[in-house]
């Protein structure tokens, strides 16, 4: 084991039978030995429990337990694990049910993440995107900018699957509290950890296989049709209403922002009552961005609009 070095591996899983031995079995072979599982299952009415109870006799001197989850979804259900005080830990990453992990995954978390332990830090990566059957179908894109709390406030940037926190920023997210209301955990953590000051860090090699199978809760972004229905979502209101639950999650955490990103979030919500040129304007003296050109131009007519 690796003094200093043990990772709280949180899964949040509800009715994932059919893929979940494939992603315990990848947890299990990681070359970063020193970690334990704790899983909240929302209610699984299929054979997530027994599976679980397999693994975890198969590993009889592995911390493995579960328990029953909140009920209120995985946003809920991954922060529920996060804010438990009963697990203690130097990282804490999260875990999908359903995605195959590469073996290096949690080393290189570590790896990124020990020179930051005196501030609160989050690493994501990039990921391998796979079909049901994990014929690999392409690689999510490497961000063209510097992540931060200004590109947080429009968009999600590392999938939750990849994300490994230290210990400093569980604390802000503790701190937070439940965050109800947040549009899912991962884009919550973004914004929250940027928007406190903390460092954000994104590993260009991918460490998972992001298995898509039609029920998944976002999905990846690929191809060109995906990227049209999350441009019609944005235009239809979607992001409006993600924006604006966002926002008010912020607002009641905004002691814990810096006083520069406290600002900004100011700036972010007297933009969304604009429309029109106004809006636009505000939305560049903001400095808001995404990380695509596309996106940029969508952010930008979703302003014009208000659907920001």
């Known amino acids: ?59 009889p001197g592995r911390r493995i337990v579960w328990r029953r989850g909140p009920g209120r979804g995985s946003t809920a259900n991954f922060l529920s694990l996060l804010h438990d005080p009963r697990i203690a830990a130097d990282f804490f990453a999260f875990a999908d049910q359903d995605d195959v992990w ?9 790896a990124a993440l020990a ?44 999938g939750g699957n990849t994300m490994v926190l230290n210990a400093r ?19 919550w953590l973004y914004q929250l950890v940027s928007g406190a000051g903390g460092t954000i860090l994104f590993d260009p090699s991918p460490t998972l296989l992001y298995r898509q199978h039609g029920q998944n809760q976002i999905g990846a972004n690929l191809s060109l049709k995906a990227r049209y229905h999350r441009f ?39 933009l969304r009552r604009d429309r029109g040129i106004t809006a636009l304007r505000r939305l560049r003296a903001a400095g808001l961005f995404r990380q695509s050109r596309a996106g940029n131009l969508s952010l930008a007519v979703a302003a014009m609009i208000g659907r920001v």
């Open 1 to 59: 084991m690796q003094t200093g070095r043990h990772i709280a591996i949180l899964m949040a899983s509800y009715n994932g039978a059919r893929f979940l031995r494939d992603q315990l079995e990848s947890i299990a072979v990681q070359d970063h030995d020193d970690w334990s599982l704790h899983v909240s299952d929302d209610g699984s009415s299929d054979g997530t429990l027994a599976i679980l109870a397999a693994f975890a006799r198969a590993h």
């Open 169 to 187: 920023a569980r604390d802000i997210s503790v701190r937070a509290g439940r965050a109800d209301g947040a549009a899912c955990h991962d884009w």
């Open 115 to 158: 020179p930051h332990a005196a501030t609160p830090a989050l690493y994501g990566s990039r990921t391998w995107v796979t079909d049901a059957g994990l014929t690999i179908l392409g690689v999510s894109p490497m961000p063209r900018r510097t992540p931060g709390f200004r590109n947080a406030l429009v968009q999600s940037l590392a």
């Open 102 to 110: 590469l073996p290096d995954k949690l080393s290189r978390a570590v």
């Open 232 to 270: 019609k979502a944005m235009i239809g209101g979607r992001f409006a209403d993600w924006n604006r639950a966002n926002a008010a999650a912020l607002s009641q955490v905004a002691p814990l922002l810096t006083r520069e990103n406290r600002d900004c979030l100011d700036a972010f919500v007297a």
